[in-house]
């Protein structure tokens, strides 16, 4: 069975900044992409950053382009996001995913914002920021 499991979420003030963290355990497997996306209340879930295995790849969504940066331990089997110059509008649940499945060659940067291209799901870890 496969573990996913997020923290470092909370509250801050506007302009400031949190880490979250992602942890896959539970059975062992190459974990080709891993990813964050995030679903504030009354919206649908969106993409907000994704990083291939060897990290040769990184795709952010434009609202967090030059704030987030997204990083991965493959010894630990874990991804990062530091989120830097919080805004309101970053209020939201943030999903980590894996995805176990080979990516097709030449197409991880079109997959990456697709959470039905994911195999494995957290519970999500709250993100709430004030103004």
């Known amino acids: 069975q496969v573990h996913v499991v997020e923290s470092g979420g909370g509250s801050v003030q506007a302009g400031g900044s949190l880490r979250l963290s992602c942890v896959v355990s539970?059975?062992?497997?190459?974990?080709?992409?891993m990813g964050w996306f995030r679903q504030a209340p009354g919206k649908e879930r969106e993409f907000v950053s994704a990083?291939?295995?060897?990290?040769?790849?990184?795709n952010y969504a434009d609202s967090v382009q030059g704030r987030f940066a997204i990083s991965r331990d493959n010894d630990r089997n874990a991804v990062y996001l530091q989120m830097n110059s919080l805004k309101p509008e970053d209020t939201a649940v943030y999903f980590c995913?894996?995805?176990?499945?080979?990516?097709?060659?030449?197409?991880?940067?079109?997959?990456?914002?697709?959470?039905?291209?994911?195999?494995?799901w957290g519970q999500g870890t709250q993100v709430t920021v004030s103004s």
């Open positions: 539970g059975r062992t497997f190459m974990t080709y992409l």
């Open positions: 995913a894996a995805r176990e499945r080979v990516i097709p060659a030449g197409q991880a940067s079109e997959i990456m914002g697709l959470a039905y291209e994911y195999d494995y």
């Open positions: 990083i291939t295995w060897a990290a040769n790849s990184r």
